[in-house]
């Protein structure tokens, strides 16, 4: 057998050129580094697109995410028509009610003022009768201020209680403790006022002993013109006076010294008038009178003064 010459070698691959390299910028280390977290990152899912959202659809969107989850739906029976649609009625109204704040708002305004009631016309007494009060309190204001006015500008003084002399007629006991005397003093009133005329009324004179009450006497009214002087005599007489027996004894002890202390108290209403102003007051007299011994007892010193 004729041995066959060996194949020849197979013909080396011919590679396709290579494509021409474009001319690439320098890149920096921080490009490559997002480059290469861009591609271990998964891709973003497909954008959807959204329509424009209402603020209304926002606010029941929010609604819906603070509400409670449902209940768990239970097995209802066959509905009919009516009534699926009557249920689809209530929740449009539902639905409806928190997109429309407005309009409540502006129907309970409308209710209030439907139910507000209506003023009525004031009747024609009434105002007659707070013109007429009207009237009257400025009256009293005009009074009042002129009265203080001519008060500061005429100063007006206090009328004035003054005992100049007195007799102590008698002193004696029948017992102990029961005391008779007799008194007799000149009261003497005066009205120091240039301007302003004065009555005396009601006017009641005390005589006491130590506070303790032996006699009493009331003298008639009078009227004294500006700057002038009133004597009146008063006639103390005391019978069968209670005294405890302290005071029994200290009015002994003074009778027997030649040196006697009573206390005479005045109490009346004065009436100042000025014009076609009248003020009433009440003023109170206050005078310690120190006497000789009876039966010839005189006067040795005295302090009064007048208050309101």
Known sequence: MLALPPPPPPPPPTLPPPPPQKQTKPVSLDQIVISKQAETLPPPPPQKQTKPVSLDQIVISKQAETLPPPPPQKQTKPVSLDQIVISKQAENQQNRAPNTPKSDIRISRKASTLLAPRPRQTNPITWCIAFLCLIFCLILIFFGVATLITFIVIKPRNPLFDIPNANLNSIY??????????????????????????????????????????????IEPFTQ???EKRLESVHFISSLVFL??????????????????????????VTATLGLI????RLHSRCQLEMTGPPTGVLVARSCRTKR
């Open 278 to 281: 009248h003020i009433s007051y």
């Open 225 to 227: 013109r500006r700057g």
């Open 244 to 269: 405890p027996q302290n005071l029994a004894v200290e009015l002994q002890k003074q009778v027997q010294s030649s040196k006697v202390s009573y206390n005479v108290r005045g109490t009346y209403k």
């Open 173 to 218: 006991f029948d017992s102990p403790e029961y005391f008779n005397g007799d008194l007799t003093f000149l009261a003497n009133f005066s009205n120091p006022n240039r301007k302003i005329d004065v009555r005396f009324e009601y006017l009641d004179i005390e005589l006491f002993f130590s506070d303790r009450l032996i006699a009493t006497q009331t």
